[in-house]
């Protein structure tokens, strides 16, 4: 016997649902730029049967199904794309292109599933509407933009959201994992994204004719140096059992053959479930590359200087009692077989920031397997319909589980 949930989860992924999705994915846009994105998804809700407000934190929106009174339960998707040229053969495939932040034409492309949690939300949306008088309250369904660039989340709060819509009594955000059977819902336990900064380290030194190295501070040779000398941070510094990732990603330096740089800058990306394990790495690097150039005889004024850029995230934790319940919920629908367990990951996400409230907003960050492939690869391509069907489902039972009017 099929439950309400899934009678109108059937009814909710439609052609139509299909066809929200492979428009989404055939027009992608990058962070900040997710003008057209937010449009379809706010005339999505509005059908769906949602008060929708839009341009929250850029091109946020919050929707709002309400029944009374009850708890308020957010529901986040996210809506930006990647700088990634598709390397699909599907018929919606993207052959967008967008610019990057110096104005130069990029392809873009929804390498990230993140039209997926768009469909997904506008089916919740649907199934939500239909099954009114089996829940009270409020729920927000939350298109976020500039997820990427780990800081939507945080604009939508700072522009007011809760002054908006309310402070959720629980928040949840879905998202795929390729590597992982289609469809199949996986719960987190305890953190559930690692924090993660990119920093800039501009290695100075002082520039001259490559033929005479002794009258400069080779800051080519000092870079090297400090790169290998990095690697050691994480393996002879941090906790064996606690989690980091030190990266030097990127090395510029030098224009020509003959003529040793004045600076050589160095693009670095940490990873870190703890705060504590933070301010080592940050200790580390800012020690080991000042040390370094002090051993090759760089002036005081020429020593190495570290930038933290904005684009950071905190690590995130899943609240242990929402996540049981939820779990519980999605069971019930989806059967034992169809629901599993993950680590952490140790990409990192700006989910966290929707926490950030008094007292602090419960957080049950799930994902759902989306089969073979990889994010952000240019040949990502899930099967749309099961990973659609079971993300609706699962959150449809929770919403109706948080929002039951007899509990
Ligand atoms: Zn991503
Ligand atoms: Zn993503």
């Known amino acids: 016997m099929t439950s309400p949930i899934e009678a109108a989860v059937a009814e909710a992924i439609g052609p ?3 066809a929200f999705y492979e428009d989404l994915h055939a027009h992608p846009e ?10 379809r998804l706010a005339a999505a809700l509005r059908e769906a049967g949602c008060r929708v407000e839009t341009g929250i934190g850029g091109h946020g929106l919050a929707a709002v199904l309400e029944d009374g009174e009850g708890p308020v339960i957010l529901v986040r998707a996210d809506m930006d794309a990647l700088p990634v040229r598709e390397e699909t053969d599907l018929p919606y495939a993207s052959r967008q292109a967008g610019v990057d932040s110096q104005g130069r034409e990029v392809p873009v492309m929804h390498a990230c599933g993140h039209d997926l949690h768009m469909a997904t939300l506008f089916g ?30 945080e604009a939508m709060m700072t522009d007011g959201l809760y002054a908006r819509v309310g402070r959720p009594d629980a928040a949840l955000a ?53 790169i290998v000398a990095l690697q050691a941070v994480v393996s002879r510094e941090v906790d064996p059992q606690a989690f980091a990732v030190l990266t ?32 080592r790495l940050l200790a580390g690097i800012e020690r080991v590359s000042t040390g370094l150039a002090r051993a090759a005889g760089m002036p005081e004024d020429r020593l190495p200087v570290l930038t933290l850029l904005p684009e950071s995230a905190r690590p995130f934790s899943n609240d242990p009692d929402l996540v049981q319940r939820v779990r519980t919920a999605v069971e019930a629908v989806l059967g034992p ?56 489902t699962a959150l449809a039972a929770a919403v109706l589980d948080l929002m039951s009017p007899t509990r």
């Not at 990058?30 to 449009?39: I, P």
């Open 16 to 18: 139509s649902l299909l």
């Open 30 to 39: 990058r962070s900040g730029r997710e003008e057209r994105t937010a449009a």
């Open 124 to 153: 919740l949306a649907r199934v939500v509407q239909a099954l009114r008088g089996r829940w009270r309250g409020r729920l927000v369904l939350v298109g976020q933009p500039s997820e990427e660039w780990v800081s939507g989340a």
């Open 174 to 226: 879905l998202h795929v994992a390729p590597g992982h059977p289609p469809g199949r819902v996986l719960f987190t336990e305890g953190t559930a994204s690692a924090g993660g900064e990119s920093l800039d380290l501009v290695i100075r030194g002082v520039g001259g004719h490559a033929a005479h190295p002794d009258e400069t501070r080779d800051p080519v040779l000092l870079a090297a140096q400090v």
């Open 248 to 279: 030097v990603a990127s090395v510029h330096g030098g224009a020509k053959h003959n003529a040793i740089p004045d600076e050589v800058r160095l693009g670095l990306n940490i990873r870190f479930f703890h705060d504590a394990v933070r301010e």
């Open 337 to 392: 077989d169809r629901v599993g367990m993950l680590g952490p990951s140790s990409g990192s996400e700006d989910f966290g920031a929707f926490a950030l409230a008094d007292p602090p907003v419960p957080l049950c960050y799930l994902r759902i397997g989306a089969g073979p492939g990889r994010l952000h690869s240019p040949c990502f391509a899930p099967e749309p319909r099961t990973v659609l069907e079971a993300g609706v």
